[in-house]
Every structure is written in C-alpha cells, then in structure tokens.
C-alpha cells in the first residue's frame, strides 16, 4: 500500500507532461469508479443503495476526490512530487486537530508535541518554496497543503459510513462522483488552457494512478486495516513520503536541499507522534 500510494506523486508529475491537472484527476477517477463499478456489480452480495446514502456518499466524493485532488494535481504542478508527499503527510495532523476541536477523541500530551513539531517543519517546508528552494513555489506547496486539509475532512466525515458499509461499495460510489463533479471543472480547464496531445509516457502514468492508486492501494489499504491495528497501519503509512522521495530521486532526478531534509523529517517525526496511541492511565 505505501509503495503504490508513494508511487503516485511521482506518476502525476509524468502525467502532467501529457495531460492537464484536472483531466489527469477526471479520467483516473472515471477509469477507477468503471472497473469498481463491475466488480461491485458482480457481487451477489452487493448492498442496496438508498437516497440518503447517495446524498452522503456524493458528498464524501466531492471532498475526497474532486477537492482534494483539485488542490493536490494543481498543487504537484507547482512543487517538486518530493515536497507534496511530504506535505500530504500530514492528513493525520489534520485529522487530530479536527478530531480534538470537535471533541470527538482526548488528545495526549505527545500527541500535541507531534502536532507541533509537524506544523514546525511544514511552515519551514513552505517557506522554503517560497524562495524556489529545489524547485517548489509557495503557491505549488499551498494548494498541496489545501488539499491534505481536504483529506482529513474527508476522513472525519466518512468514519461512520465505512464501520457500516463495505470499503468496495464507498470507493465505488467515491469515484463515480468524484469524477461527476470534476468534469464541469475540467470543462472550464479545458477553455481556458486547452487540452494537449498525451505522451505514451503520461498514459501510462494514468493508468498507473487509476489502478494502482485508486483501486489496489485502496484495496491493500482495507483489507490490511482487517487483521493490522489502525495504529501500527498509520505507521505503515508514515513510508509514503519516504517512498516518493525515493521514487522521486531514482525517476525524476529530484533532490532534496539540506533546509527540505531537516523540514522533512521534523514533519515525519511530527507525523510519528502524534499517531502514537497514548498508553492506558494506571
């Protein structure tokens, strides 16, 4: 799962060499939500849909995926794919912060010394964008910080509707909606800015992103959260960043400046703690 999901940002910055933001985003989505679509439909055991749910669940696909990835395919076409994995990393931060202001769970202290240390390293991982450190823009790094945001509203919404429904069935509907939404935006995308001609290159990064990044990630994802604590699975999802610099480094020839290393692993280390679950008192 971490390796698929590290593999996106650097699969989105090939495929905008052959597709704009916003299209790279509506044909992944409708790719995805197709191919789930028949699956789900081949299921003997497949649920009922109802208004209410579809209200719901349109909803979660606005903000999930036509929002979020709004902000974050706009986003990695002004940053570096290094810069944006490290920078979406902090959708649990957001969770946490969310999560404490609605007084849905007790935050411990290590908890909040991880929100800082996180927001610490971010706000250096910003201002150094806004000086074109390694190529990143502030603008770039602002709109991935919009869209980690964006995620972790998403994740505060969805928990009810997931403990109730199968992960197959709110992924399925997720995409169909998401790319519901976003194709009047990459309407208006397309009048303004045009649409080019796609590389072989930048189908294939699509196609990467559709499959591995909606639908096996996603499903590696759930299924794993089955037999696998939510805490140590956290854990597992602290890699993607340093998997996509990884990635970012072997494919792109993306390096890190010494200022963006520090900021990163502040970020990381934030991430880290502020996952931990507190030990029971007594």
Do not use: C
């Amino acid at each position: 799962m971490s390796v698929a999901f590290g593999g996106t940002f650097v699969a989105t910055k090939v495929a905008l060499r052959g597709f704009e933001p916003l299209l790279i985003a509506l044909v992944r989505f409708t790719v995805a939500g197709g191919i789930l679509w028949l699956v789900w439909r081949r299921r003997g055991d497949r649920e009922a849909v109802t208004r209410r749910e579809l209200g719901r669940l349109a909803l979660l696909g606005f903000v999930s995926l036509t929002v979020y990835f709004t902000f974050e395919n706009l986003g990695i076409a002004h940053t570096s794919a290094s810069d944006a994995a490290i920078l979406i990393a902090t959708i649990p931060i957001f969770v946490l912060v969310l999560n404490a202001l609605t007084a849905r769970e007790r935050t411990a202290a290590t908890q909040w010394l991880g929100v800082l240390l996180s927001f610490g390293g971010v706000i250096a991982l910003v201002e150094l964008g806004a000086q074109g450190a390694g190529g990143t823009t502030l603008a770039g790094n602002l709109l991935v910080l919009a869209a980690s945001l964006a995620g972790a509203v998403y994740t505060v919404m969805a928990r009810r509707l997931l403990v109730t429904r199968s992960a197959l069935f709110v992924t399925t509907f997720q995409n169909l909606f998401g790319a519901l939404f976003m194709a009047p935006l990459v309407v208006v995308e397309a009048a303004v800015v045009g649409v080019r001609t796609p590389t072989t290159a930048a189908v294939s990064a699509v196609l990467y992103l559709a499959l591995l990044g909606s639908i096996v990630a996603y499903l590696l994802l759930n299924y794993g959260l089955r037999f696998v604590p939510a805490s140590r699975a956290t854990a597992f999802a602290n890699l993607v960043p340093v998997i996509a610099v990884a990635v970012a480094f072997a494919v792109l020839g993306e390096r890190l400046t010494a200022g963006q290393a520090a900021a990163s692993v502040v970020v990381v280390a934030g991430v880290f703690l502020a996952n931990r679950t507190p030990a029971p008192a007594g």
